[in-house]
């Protein structure tokens, strides 16, 4: 079992960034994006209540589905595209080694 995992996160300018994520302390893209200073506000704190962390995500990596309330604040979102997902619903875990995820714009 990895303990560290790589993601890459491509930020509003297109600039990429590969980075390093633990697996082992519960931790979600919408964190991981905003410990690296990457522009992800996470308004709501994670709670998928306000879609600040919507990234695209761009590579074939299988995520779980998303749940109603995320599927309800991606409805009211600006800039939703068929890969949007919010970030804070994404788990960091060893199934998303090497994803792929371009943060939305604001």
Do not use: W
């Amino acid at each position: 079992m990895k303990d560290i995992i790589s993601v890459t996160i491509i930020d509003r300018e297109g600039a990429e960034h590969i980075v390093e994520a633990p697996t082992d302390m519960n931790l979600n893209m919408m964190e991981i994006c905003r410990m690296n200073d990457l522009g992800v506000e996470g308004t709501c704190g994670g709670m998928a209540l306000c879609a600040s962390c919507q990234v695209y995500v761009e590579s074939d990596h299988e995520l779980h589905e998303p749940s109603d309330a995320e599927l309800d604040m991606l409805d009211q979102a600006f800039h939703v595209q068929p890969n949007s997902r919010l970030g804070c619903q994404i788990k960091v875990t060893e199934a998303i080694d090497g994803l792929v995820v371009r943060v939305a714009p604001k």
